[in-house]
């Protein structure tokens, strides 16, 4: 298992952002569902130890995060997007993702290997030489997700990797993430149950700080079977799974 | 997005090279996507202004421009340095880049420390270039002696401990008013640094603005005839370097991820650095002013600094030679024209010097801010008598142009000359004063006076009496020759005092 | 439409004026008091209360006739780099395509907050020995905006700073060059001019004009990054 998440909490002054999730996972991409405010992010942001748990468990590809060691071998390891992603204009794309791979302890000599790779696999090998800040949003997006696969993550955590992607990338990125799930466990936050559809092998689903569902993509479908509100199957299924967890 | 296969990882190599090559990428990217080189041509007019063409307009003389390039390279970096290195360390929060940074394997104090690293590579890089033109200017036009390296290393520790400081101060609070802050906060210190020192035992002339006792200024005297004394600077660079290592060390302590096992050697070198500042405010503090104008810091004073440089003297070709010190050797031929018509008057007078030696400047604190300066001892001495001079250059003041300075010679010195071998002073006979004035009037120097009373604690001259001046003017008017005869058969009777005025041709 | 019914058809521009809504004053103070918060007016506002404070604890002290007449000097920069921060825009494009008060509004609160640093530094030398005297405070803080100004022009709002400060070591080394030769004198380098020298207020009110004109007007540039 990479992910063991037990009776994990997270508050911020009085809101209680994840109130007790339990999830475990291995290799695959697991869909994270939820309306706005269930605390999706959070979640991620403490799955890549950007912040502590307030209590509870984590285990993450076999280790405690808590202490410097085990954290930093996680972190070799880890591989993140976050939702808002900041970024230094002035850098190139090359040199954006090359230092990331640095930060990351991406071993020298493969480091160049490693960034051409990234960039390739986000078909940005065209602009590697070209400044972030003449690029579109939609292909900074895809810089983000080229800094989270440069050293080969074996825990990738995406928060709306797919904003700004046109329909074509957005079928591309699929592709990725199931072709990353083969060997890594990936966490796609997103709202686009179509997304969760295409790619992921598990879903689970958030509302106010808890998983109130944790299945496949299938399971959800079925739960919306004659119960739920959408144009999909699992938009039926997502918007069952919520007017359950809330009655 | 394509699936492509990444080569198989090459044989892993040594750790430790493998942390030097990924440090050298890193700092690679930071030299390339750092902001000081924009900075650079604002530091680089500043110095300009402030360094360069103030050290032009001086003498070409090498401790003097050292001097004046340390101070003035400081206060045109400060401002670029300190500011640009807080707007560096506030980098990552106005990017909205923390969290993304934070998460990485590398510690945050390796990331900071080569992005402060690359700000200060930058800063140092366009001081040096600086610290070139200047010196190789001078290099062209000095005549003698090597450039004073000191200066340039209490300057270049100087950058180290700014951009340390704005760093840290732009990690710590990460606002748009912190890079302003940090510039201004650091000219401001420095400024302030100046004012609070008083006499030559300050704490705070461990400042490095201060490049010789800040209270006499400008000096051609220091440095020349004996050398330029590293103890000041040295604690200037021991407290610079302290500073320096406590901030960087600092940087390291605040709780966070990845900084666990590094917290111990962190305030170790916090500590270190914090020692090393106090020890040389305290050095500095028992700096005194020695004879030759510099600061002696008994502590890390080396006695071989005490003796003479070694030179030989650049002379006129006059029956008394005029000689200087070959750092002073463009000044000779002013210096010689000056001191020519009443050298004339001397020469093959008994008594009169076999040579005008231009000598070293002698310093005495006195009490508070005063200090006085001059020859240490007789204008005249030795045998055969050699008359010690002292440029009017070697005295504080501002620095004279040739013209001037031949002008303040003929001045101070033609009548020290007269008055040295004809025996002038208050005990003087008036057959004295009288042939002292018509020497200098007939050199063509400023009439000598008598002391007057003390007003308001001034001191006030008086002319010659009438009968002074009358005899002086009937001794001018002999022709050259038959004055300069009278004066070989009398002289010893006239400084003996057994000459009257009336006995005067 | 024929001839005989045919009248006058107001032009757009008519139309645009009369469709314009009225402006609610309450609105317009709201919109002054937002745009001051987009601008971190408020920091501004007490960096230059702090300069004020600063200055007047200063001047308890006694300085040497050097002290005397840089040390303000030092807190004039510091308010001008405080007014100058205040150009740098957080929300970039959406901003700029709106309408036409925006132009308006940067520049009431330029000058406002050039003011209001004017009159703090002023009003904390007031019964202290502020070498220079009110006039020269306008006219250094005036001239140090206006540099800072320029340089948001150039390099951004956030590194608009580097004027006053970089133009802080000029004003100080001419003054130091009054007492140490060869002195700067050129009115460009009004500092080291006196507080009554006609040339040296008309080069810091055409630095001030040029620059305020233009920032408010274009803005400060974008983010340049780093």
């Known amino acids: 298992m990479n992910v063991e998440i037990t009776g994990l909490t997270r508050r911020f002054g009085r809101t209680m952002a994840v109130a007790g999730v339990d999830l475990r996972a291995g290799p695959g991409v697991i869909g994270l569902l939820g309306p706005n405010g269930a605390g999706k992010t959070s979640l991620l942001r403490m799955m890549a130890t950007a912040i502590r748990p307030t209590s509870g468990t984590l285990r993450l590809l076999g280790r405690h995060p808590g202490a410097h060691g085990p954290r930093r071998e996680i972190r070799r390891r880890l591989g993140y997007l976050p939702q808002n992603l900041g970024y230094y204009p002035g850098f190139t794309v090359a040199e954006f993702v090359e230092y990331f791979a640095l930060l990351k302890e991406v071993p020298a000599a493969q480091i160049p290997a490693a960034v051409a790779a990234a960039i390739e696999r986000v078909e940005l090998g065209g602009k590697a030489r070209t400044k972030l800040r003449a690029l579109s949003g939609g292909m900074l997006r895809r810089v983000g997700v080229a800094q989270a696969i440069v050293n080969q993550p074996q825990l990738l955590l995406l928060d709306e990797p797919t904003a700004g992607l046109d329909p074509e990338q957005r079928v591309a990125f699929r592709a990725l993430l199931r072709e990353l799930g083969q060997r890594a466990t990936v966490v796609v936050s997103t709202h686009l149950v179509e997304d969760v559809g295409a790619a992921c092998t598990r879903v689970a689903l958030m509302d106010r700080g808890k998983i109130v569902f944790h299945g496949t993509p299938e399971d959800l479908t079925a739960r919306g079977e004659g119960h739920g509100t959408g144009d999909a199957p699992l938009e039926r299924g997502y918007s069952a799974v919520l007017a359950g967890a809330r009655s | 997005m394509t699936a492509v296969r990444v080569p198989a990882a090459p044989r892993p190599m040594p750790a430790m090279r493998w942390h030097l090559r990924a440090a050298a990428r890193l700092l690679r990217l930071e030299l390339r996507r750092n902001a000081m080189p924009w900075m650079l041509p604002v530091a680089v007019c500043l110095f300009w202004i402030t360094a360069y063409r103030k050290a032009m307009a001086m003498p070409p003389l090498w401790s003097l421009r050292a001097a004046s390039m340390q101070s003035g390279a400081l206060l045109a970096f400060v401002?670029?340095?300190?500011?640009?290195?807080?707007?560096?360390?506030?980098?990552?929060?106005?990017?909205?880049?923390?969290?993304?940074?934070?998460?990485?394997?590398?510690?945050?104090?390796?990331?900071?420390?080569?992005?402060?690293?690359?700000?200060?590579?930058?800063?140092?890089?366009?001081?040096?270039?600086?610290?070139?033109?200047?010196?190789?200017?001078?290099?062209?036009?000095?005549?003698?002696?090597?450039?004073?390296?000191?200066?340039?290393?209490?300057?270049?520790?100087?950058?180290?401990?700014?951009?340390?400081?704005?760093?840290?101060?732009?990690?710590?609070?990460?606002?748009?008013?912190?890079?302003?802050?940090?510039?201004?906060?650091?000219?401001?210190?420095?400024?302030?640094?100046?004012?609070?020192?008083?006499?030559?035992?300050?704490?705070?002339?461990?400042?490095?603005?201060?490049?010789?006792?800040?209270?006499?200024?400008?000096?051609?005297?220091?440095?020349?005839?004996?050398?330029?004394?590293?103890?000041?600077?040295?604690?200037?660079?021991?407290?610079?370097?302290?500073?320096?290592?406590?901030?960087?060390?600092?940087?390291?302590?605040?709780?966070?991820?990845?900084?666990?096992?590094?917290?111990?050697?962190?305030?170790?070198?916090?500590?270190?650095?914090?020692?090393?500042?106090?020890?040389?405010?305290?050095?500095?503090?028992?700096?005194?002013?020695?004879?030759?104008?510099?600061?002696?810091?008994?502590?890390?004073?080396?006695?071989?600094?005490?003796?003479?440089?070694?030179?030989?003297?650049?002379?006129?070709?006059?029956?008394?030679?005029?000689?200087?010190?070959?750092?002073?050797?463009?000044?000779?031929?002013?210096?010689?024209?000056?001191?020519?018509?009443?050298?004339?008057?001397?020469?093959?007078?008994?008594?009169?010097?076999?040579?005008?030696?231009?000598?070293?400047?002698?310093?005495?604190?006195?009490?508070?801010?005063?200090?006085?300066?001059?020859?240490?001892?007789?204008?005249?001495?030795?045998?055969?008598?050699?008359?010690?001079?002292?440029?009017?250059?070697?005295?504080?003041?501002?620095?004279?142009?040739?013209?001037?300075?031949?002008?303040?010679?003929?001045?101070?010195?033609?009548?020290?000359?007269?008055?040295?071998?004809?025996?002038?002073?208050?005990?003087?006979?008036?057959?004295?004063?009288?042939?002292?004035?018509?020497?200098?009037?007939?050199?063509?120097?400023?009439?000598?006076?008598?002391?007057?009373?003390?007003?308001?604690?001034?001191?006030?001259?008086?002319?010659?009496?009438?009968?002074?001046?009358?005899?002086?003017?009937?001794?001018?008017?002999?022709?050259?020759?038959?004055?300069?005869?009278?004066?070989?058969?009398?002289?010893?009777?006239?400084?003996?005092?057994?000459?009257?005025?009336?006995?005067?041709? | 439409m024929t001839a005989g019914t045919a009248r006058e058809v107001p032009g757009a521009a008519a139309a645009d004026r009369r469709a314009w809504p009225a402006w609610p004053p309450r609105a317009g103070t709201r919109l002054l008091r937002l745009h001051a918060i987009s601008r971190r007016v408020p920091a501004a506002i007490a960096a230059i209360a702090a300069c004020a404070i600063g200055l007047r604890i200063a001047l308890i002290g006694h300085w040497d006739s050097y002290g005397a007449l840089q040390l303000p000097l030092v807190f004039e920069a510091g308010s001008a780099a405080a007014v100058t921060i205040t150009t740098a825009s957080p929300l970039g494009e959406p901003e700029r395509v709106t309408g036409r008060r925006l132009p308006f509004l940067r520049l009431a609160t330029t000058l406002t907050l050039t003011a209001a640093a004017a009159g703090a530094l002023t009003a904390a030398g007031t019964g202290a020995h502020l070498a220079g005297g009110t006039l020269d405070v306008l006219r250094n803080v005036a001239g140090m905006t206006g540099i800072g100004l320029l340089c948001a022009a150039v390099l951004g709002g956030g590194l608009a700073w580097v004027g006053p400060t970089g133009y802080l070591v000029v004003g100080a080394y001419g003054l130091y060059t009054q007492w140490h030769g060869p002195a700067l004198t050129t009115p460009w380098i009004w500092p080291a001019r006196p507080p009554h020298d006609a040339g040296a207020a008309i080069c810091a009110t055409l630095v001030f004009t040029i620059g305020i004109v233009i920032t408010s007007v274009r803005g400060a540039r974008d983010p340049v990054g780093e």
């Open chain 2, 79 to 505: 401002c670029p340095v300190a500011g640009v290195a807080a707007w560096m360390g506030s980098r990552e929060a106005r990017r909205h880049i923390t969290d993304l940074v934070t998460i990485t394997a590398r510690p945050r104090w390796a990331r900071q420390l080569t992005t402060w690293a690359a700000a200060t590579c930058w800063a140092m890089l366009g001081y040096l270039g600086c610290v070139a033109a200047l010196y190789g200017v001078t290099a062209r036009q000095a005549a003698w002696g090597g450039p004073p390296w000191w200066p340039v290393a209490v300057v270049a520790a100087s950058l180290l401990a700014l951009s340390a400081l704005g760093f840290a101060a732009g990690a710590l609070v990460p606002s748009r008013f912190t890079a302003p802050v940090a510039a201004i906060a650091a000219f401001f210190a420095l400024a302030l640094s100046t004012q609070l020192i008083q006499g030559s035992q300050s704490y705070w002339q461990v400042s490095p603005i201060v490049a010789a006792p800040w209270d006499i200024g400008p000096d051609t005297g220091r440095g020349v005839f004996y050398p330029y004394l590293p103890d000041l600077p040295i604690a200037q660079v021991m407290f610079l370097t302290g500073l320096t290592m406590a901030v960087l060390g600092a940087t390291a302590l605040p709780k966070g991820p990845g900084v666990g096992w590094l917290r111990r050697p962190a305030a170790a070198v916090t500590a270190a650095g914090l020692l090393a500042a106090g020890t040389a405010v305290a050095l500095a503090g028992t700096g005194k002013l020695d004879a030759h104008g510099m600061i002696a810091i008994p502590a890390v004073h080396d006695a071989a600094s005490d003796r003479p440089l070694r030179y030989t003297p650049v002379c006129s070709h006059a029956a008394i030679p005029v000689c200087l010190n070959p750092a002073y050797a463009s000044y000779l031929p002013a210096a010689a024209t000056a001191l020519a018509p009443v050298l004339n008057e001397m020469a093959g007078l008994p008594g009169a010097p076999v040579r005008v030696s231009q000598t070293a400047t002698t310093y005495r604190q006195g009490t508070g801010n005063s200090v006085s300066v001059g020859l240490a001892g007789p204008p005249i001495s030795g045998t055969p008598p050699v008359f010690h001079l002292l440029l009017p250059d070697q005295l504080p003041g501002p620095p004279m142009t040739t013209g001037g300075l031949a002008t303040a010679l003929r001045s101070s010195a033609g009548p020290a000359i007269v008055a040295s071998v004809i025996g002038d002073g208050p005990s003087a006979s008036p057959a004295q004063q009288a042939v002292a004035a018509a020497l200098s009037m007939s050199a063509g120097l400023p009439q000598p006076s008598l002391p007057g009373p003390v007003i308001r604690r001034r001191s006030t001259t008086v002319p010659l009496p009438a009968s002074v001046r009358s005899a002086a003017g009937r001794f001018a008017a002999l022709p050259s020759p038959a004055r300069h005869a009278w004066l070989v058969r009398h002289l010893a009777a006239l400084r003996a005092g057994q000459i009257t005025l009336a006995q005067l041709p």
